[in-house]
Structures are given as C-alpha cells and as structure tokens.
C-alpha cells in the first residue's frame, strides 16, 4: 500500500504569491492532519478533517492559511499571499478511526519563501 | 492541553554501544498513548515505537525499548547495539483522541 504522498516536494516561492501544498492520505484512512515544522517552533498541528469535514483549525496562523479535503483522497494547503516566515516543511499524515492513533506521515514539503 | 519534554538536543553513541532518551510529558488524562518518531535526514517521520497507558508492560521493537513510568509521566527509549543508520532526530510524542503533542526532538548522533 501506498503511503501518504505530498506534493511538490520542494517549492521556492516569492513574497506575496499564492503556494499550495497538496496530500494524498492512505487509502482508507479517514483523518488527515497537516503539520508545519520549524526549528523555532518544532512540529505544530495545523488543522485536521475527519472524513472530509475540517474538525479542528485552531492551529491556523492566520487568515493567509486556507485548507480544504474535496474528497477522500486529496487535501490541499494553501498559503495566500506567502511571507518569508513561512517558510518551513510542512507535513500531511492521516491515520484510520480507532485502533491505536497512530500517524502516517507524508514525505513533507520544504517551503522556502524568498 | 498536553506538554512533551525532551530535554536532551543532542546525544552521541558509540556504534554497537547503547543509548537511552529521555521524555517527560504531562497530562490530565487517564487514556492516551506515547509514541517516539524517528525523523532522518531525508525528513520522513518514522514510527518507531508505540505505548499504551493503559498497559504496565513495557513496548519492545526489535533494539527498540522503552521504559514507560505512568506515575513519573516519563517515557524514555532505548537504543540497543547502535548502529549507523540510527543517526536521526528523535521526537517523543503523546496523543489523546485526534490531537499530537510533540517534544522539540532529540538529535542523536552514531559515532563509528
């Protein structure tokens, strides 16, 4: 099986563009998390769905931060318009209902904003 | 909200030797499960070992182990025969329900 596939791996943007992240989670597996990770403030939950609908964004910085899961198979991250602060990898990671609430993770993006 | 503690940034261990990480986290709830990650250089997040509450006894992987002490809310691995491919990021994590607390992650090196 497959695992969860994030795309583009690495995106060089500049200041002020619109940048979307995208994240196929595993076959299925009915929640999906985005995470970012920086050095200054290690791994942060951005916001996670439960089949399809957005539970809990609460770890959304701001209003520049948008996502959404139209299906089963596909979420996307967007950031609009993009500051250098947000540069980081940020992570897709989806897991099952019930059992042992493990994780899976993507292979993250490497955000660079310039 | 729940706090994850690793306060070691760095360790090193002797190849073949063995090495432990220390994790300390803290919570009000009764049910909930402990992990540690293991996060390489190519940045995959890896699971390496998982912890029910609930269960006294302690998880093993392989040369993964760790030492799960509920009162203490502590939850420390150990590396067992080192060996290079070791060499990761570390990050100790806990979870209730839906929601991941992660410690800042341990960066542990193998010397050969």
């Known amino acids: 099986d497959a695992g969860v596939i994030q795309s583009p791996r690495h995106e060089v943007t500049e200041m002020g563009q619109e940048v979307t992240l995208r994240c196929k989670p595993i076959s299925g597996h009915d929640y999906l998390f985005w995470y970012r990770q920086t050095m200054m403030r290690g791994l942060e939950l951005l916001i996670y769905f439960n089949n399809n609908v957005p539970i809990d964004d609460s770890g959304m910085p701001e209003d520049r931060f948008s996502a959404k899961m139209p299906n089963a198979s596909f979420s996307t991250l967007k950031i609009q318009p993009s500051e250098p602060r947000d540069s980081a990898v940020y992570f897709c990671?989806?897991?099952?209902?019930?059992?042992?609430?493990?994780?899976?993770f993507g292979p993250g993006t490497r955000l660079t904003v310039t | 909200a729940q706090t994850v503690t690793q306060s070691q940034p760095e360790m090193s261990v002797q190849e073949a030797e063995t090495v432990t990480l220390s994790c300390t986290y803290d919570t009000s709830e009764s049910d909930y499960y402990l992990f540690w990650y293991k996060q390489p250089p190519s940045r995959q997040m890896i699971l390496v070992i998982r912890?029910?509450?609930?269960?006294?006894q302690n998880a093993t992987e392989n040369r993964f182990s760790v030492n799960f002490q509920k009162a203490a809310k502590s939850f420390s691995l150990k590396i067992s025969d080192s060996q290079l491919g070791d060499a990761a990021m570390y990050f100790c994590a806990s979870n209730t329900g839906n929601q991941f607390y992660f410690g800042t992650g341990t960066s542990l090196t193998v010397i050969p």
């Open positions: 912890q029910e509450a609930y269960k006294q």
């Open positions: 990671a989806s897991r099952r209902s019930g059992g042992n609430y493990e994780q899976y």
